[in-house]
């Protein structure tokens, strides 16, 4: 699964209506926090050294896939706080790739409102998960920079077009 990451609660928020058991990755600094690392381990994440192509965080996604488990990932590396889609990393279209598991693109809305433990609103806000169609990748004989791109191009167009206009950023839908 990829989906937009706008909210600490997104995976937590993922996991209740997909209605299963969701691993997904988590920046490896909220771990040294016990109480964190602890809730975290608990909802189903696993730690990942952004930045630095953690091989190991790729062979868990990849041997939590081959085991039939659902992986989330949010391949733009962090949350967007203003909800708009970044350039993503080709992460997501290497793992995809290596397992041979479809992706099912999905957006987030509304939990943008929801930025920290501290960040409550009065007002309850309006939550939204969509899902798209499944990609199942096609497998290549060289899987190069530029491959990994055009189909980490394909896999956020998609999430992008579940999301209004004025929040898919670097992967906008053109409309002609």
């Known amino acids: 699964m990829v989906s937009n990451h706008v909210s600490f609660i997104d ?5 209740i209506t997909i ?4 691993f997904f990755m988590a920046k ?6 016990r109480v964190a690392g602890f809730f975290l381990r ?39 706080r203003s909800g708009v889609l970044r350039k993503a990393l080709p992460g997501i279209a290497l793992i995809a790739t290596k397992s041979r598991a479809p992706v ?7 939990t943008e409102q929801i930025q920290g433990f501290g960040g409550w609103t009065l007002r309850r806000p309006r939550v ?14 060289e ?3 530029e491959e990994l791109d055009k189909r980490t ?3 956020m167009g998609q999430v992008a077009s579940l999301l209004p206009r004025e929040k898919q950023g670097y992967y906008e839908v053109k409309v002609d």
């Open 128 to 141: 939204k998960v969509v899902f798209g169609k499944p990609i199942y990748l096609s497998q290549v004989q």
């Open 11 to 15: 995976p937590i928020l993922i996991r």
């Open 104 to 110: 099912l693109p999905m957006a987030v809305m509304g």
């Open 42 to 80: 608990y909802f189903g994440a696993f730690p990942i050294s952004r930045g630095s192509g953690d091989r190991k965080a790729l062979k868990q996604s990849l041997k939590l896939l081959d085991e039939g488990q659902a992986v989330l990932i949010f391949a733009e590396g962090t949350r967007s």
């Open 28 to 33: 490896e600094e909220l771990f040294k926090n």
């Open 153 to 155: 191009n394909l896999i």
């Open 143 to 145: 899987l190069d920079r």
């Open 19 to 22: 209605g299963r058991p969701l």
